[in-house]
C-alpha cells in the first residue's frame, strides 16, 4: 500500500507521515508550491514558505522517504489570489484556504495520488473520516480547539474515500509529544496563522499593492446616512467588525454594511448588526444530497461557535435562518451545515437576511 503525504512543514503533517509509516505504508512526501516572492522563490515569510518546504524536506530525510515540490503557482493565482482582490473589491470577506483546499489544493493532491499509484492521500488537518452503511462522513477533530472540519466542508463521497486524516484523532498537545519523542524537528514548530501568499503579514497591504483600487478612500456613516469619518479603503472593513474602526462616537458601533461601489462603509448598533439569518450559494453536500431534516447547527466563520438554525431551498440558493438573532455573517466567508459532530456540507454566504 502506497500513500502520498501532503507535507506543509508543520508538525501535523509530519506526525500524520511518521503514523502512515507505523501502519506499513510506502510513503512519498509532497509539497505544493503555489506562491512566489521576487526572482520566483517561495516566499520567504508567511507560511507555505521556503523554510516550511526545508522543514517537510528534513522531515522526509529524517523519515526516510522520498520527497517532492510540485509547482501549481498558475493555478493558485487565477483560482485564488485573482479572486481574493475581486472579493475584497465587491466589499465581501473572502476565506482563501477555503477556495484553496476547494478549487486548486485537494484537486492537484488526488490527480497526484492517482499519479504516482498511491492507494490514499493524507493529509496532517485535524479532522475525522469514517464510513458506515450510509457512505463516508466528515467528522469534527478529537481536539475542538483545532478542530478543521470547516475548511474540509466542500470534499464528497469520492473524495473522502481516498483521504486519510492520521492527526484527526489525537489531540495537539499529544501530536506535539509524538513528534518529540520521534525526534521531529517540527515537533514544537508555531502554528501558522498567515494567508499564505501575503508575505508582509497584512492583507491590506498586499492588496494596495496587487490591487490598487482597493485602497481608494471612501465615508464611514451611520445608518441614517450621516458621515462620521473617512476610510482608507473597503479593504480594512468586514461585517461585524468593532475594532479599527477610525471613529469616535462614544457608544459601541460595529460594520453592519459595506457598499464597494460607493467605497461605503456602514456602521451601526448591536440591535442593527443582528440578522434573521443568511443566503448561501455554490452550496455543497457531503452526502451527495441535502438533508431530510432542515434543522443544523452552522458556523458562519472559521473559529466561530455553531448555532441551531433551519436550512432550506431558495431557487438555486439555500436559506439559513437561526434560531435566534445573530450578529450579521460577513458575505464572502463559508456557511458550514452540521448534524452534531457531522458535517453534512457548505456554501458561500451571498447575502444577509434581516427583518
Request: hydrophobic letters at 40%; charged letters at 25%.
Amino acid at each position: 500500500m502506497r500513500a502520498l503525504v501532503a507535507m506543509s512543514g508543520g508538525v501535523d503533517s509530519s506526525v500524520a507521515a511518521a503514523l502512515m509509516l507505523e501502519e506499513g505504508y510506502e510513503v512519498i512526501g509532497v509539497t505544493l508550491k503555489q506562491w512566489v516572492g521576487a526572482g520566483g522563490a517561495m516566499p520567504v515569510a508567511g507560511c507555505c514558505t521556503v523554510s516550511d518546504a526545508e522543514d517537510a524536506r528534513r522531515v522526509a530525510a529524517q523519515l526516510d522517504i522520498p520527497y517532492y515540490v510540485l509547482d501549481y503557482v498558475d493555478e493558485f493565482t487565477a483560482a485564488v489570489v485573482e479572486p481574493f482582490g475581486a472579493a475584497y473589491l465587491a466589499g465581501r470577506t473572502p476565506n482563501p484556504c477555503i477556495e484553496c483546499n476547494r478549487k486548486v489544493r485537494f484537486t492537484a493532491l488526488l490527480e497526484r495520488t492517482a499519479a504516482f499509484d498511491a492507494d490514499v492521500l493524507v493529509t496532517g488537518h485535524h479532522a475525522r473520516i469514517e464510513r458506515d452503511e450510509q457512505g463516508w462522513h466528515l467528522r469534527t477533530a478529537v481536539d475542538g480547539t483545532k478542530d478543521q472540519s470547516y475548511v474540509l466542508h466542500m470534499l464528497g463521497q469520492d473524495d473522502l474515500s481516498k483521504i486519510r486524516l492520521p492527526v484527526g484523532e489525537m489531540t495537539k498537545a499529544e501530536v506535539r509529544s509524538r513528534a518529540a519523542a520521534m525526534g521531529l524537528r517540527t515537533a514544537s514548530k508555531p502554528d501558522s496563522q498567515d494567508i499564505c501568499f501575503v508575505t508582509s503579514g497584512d492583507y491590506r497591504e498586499f492588496l494596495a499593492e496587487r490591487f490598487p483600487e482597493t485602497a481608494l478612500p471612501g465615508p464611514i456613516v451611520d445608518s441614517a446616512g450621516e458621515t462620521l469619518g473617512e476610510h482608507n479603503g473597503v479593504t480594512g472593513f468586514t461585517i461585524g467588525q468593532r475594532r479599527g474602526l477610525g471613529i469616535a462616537v462614544g457608544d459601541a458601533r460595529y460594520v453592519i454594511d459595506i457598499d464597494p461601489t460607493e467605497r461605503r462603509v456602514t456602521v451601526g448598533t448591536r440591535d442593527e448588526l443582528l440578522s434573521d439569518g443568511c443566503l448561501v450559494d455554490d452550496v455543497s453536500f457531503i452526502s451527495g444530497s441535502p438533508p431530510t431534516r432542515p434543522d443544523v447547527t452552522v458556523k458562519v466563520r472559521y473559529r466561530s461557535t455553531a448555532i441551531p438554525g433551519t436550512l432550506q431551498p431558495v431557487g438555486d440558493r439555500w436559506e439559513i435562518r437561526f434560531a435566534e438573532r445573530h450578529p450579521a455573517p460577513a458575505p464572502g466567508q463559508a456557511a458550514v451545515f452540521y448534524d452534531g459532530e457531522r458535517v453534512l456540507g457548505g456554501g458561500t454566504i451571498e447575502e444577509v437576511i434581516r427583518s
